[in-house]
Antibody, heavy 117, light 107 residues
Framework: EVQVVESGGGLVQPGGSLRLTCAAS????????MSWVRQAPGKGLEWVSI???????YYADSVKGRFTISRDNSKNTLYLQMNSLRAEDTAVYYC???????????WGQGTTVTVSP | DIQMTQSPSSLSAAVGDRVTITCRAS??????LNWYQQKPGIAPKLLIY???SLQSGVPSRFSGSGSGTDFTLTISSLQPEDFATYYC?????????FGQGTKVKIK
């Protein structure tokens, strides 16, 4: 079965760090485009970052310089390292595969990040 | 960045109704437009990609159309399981952006 499973969310103080993990099965992460998308409580969807199969990475302006997307090919796993966290980073973070036309065709269940004193 | 604007923000409809949601891009995005359905507490689900292609497993009552800046998602006969929030998303360029969502409620 093609799926992704996120983990690593939790409660962190402002200025702190957290690393999210997305374990994939049924497809190869390194051959795919992979993204992180987040959703603040009661709000809409916001794209956060993408890593292309060639390794290039891009970020939303709101997280640039603070978040880093990466992958471990041997573990078929995607990561999001989040530093200098702010209250406005509080959200459910989804890992998603970019499918045809760069649509997000496979989503995980999400992992919740709460940034609060 | 490309801005995506959906209308309406919410609507009330009855089972069996035909429902149309529109999405407008701030610049031309060709057919790089995708539609998602999201129910509370659950990850979004891809319905339509490339403006009009139905994702595998999605019922045929869902359809999409449009190109350039104006797009439409149509549900031909609303079913009880279709009450949800719908989002459009442009994949023309990074940063990918979503519409603000349209909540479809029971009349």
């Amino acid at each position: 079965e093609v799926q992704v499973v996120e983990s690593g969310g939790g409660l962190v103080q402002p200025g702190g760090s957290l690393r999210l993990t997305c374990a994939a099965s049924g497809f190869i992460v390194s051959s795919s485009y992979m993204s992180w998308v987040r959703q603040a409580p009661g709000k809409g969807l916001e794209w956060v970052s993408i890593i292309y199969s060639g390794g290039s990475t891009y970020y939303a302006d709101s997280v640039k310089g603070r978040f880093t997307i990466s992958r471990d090919n041997s573990k078929n796993t995607l990561y999001l390292q989040m530093n200098s966290l702010r209250a406005e980073d509080t959200a459910v973070y989804y890992c998603a595969r970019n499918g045809v036309g760069d649509s997000f065709d496979i989503w995980g269940q999400g992992t919740t990040v709460t940034v609060s004193p | 960045d490309i801005q995506m604007t959906q209308s309406p923000s919410s609507l009330s409809a009855a089972v069996g109704d035909r429902v149309t949601i529109t999405c407008r891009a701030s610049q031309s995005i060709s057919t790089s437009l995708n539609w998602y359905q999201q129910k509370p507490g659950i990850a979004p689900k891809l319905l339509i990609y490339a403006a009009s292609s139905l994702q595998s497993g999605v019922p045929s009552r869902f359809s999409g159309s449009g190109s350039g800046t104006d797009f439409t998602l149509t549900i031909s006969s609303l079913q009880p399981e279709d009450f949800a929030t719908y989002y459009c998303q442009q994949s023309y360029n990074v940063p990918y952006t979503f519409g603000q969502g349209t909540k479809v409620k029971i009349k």
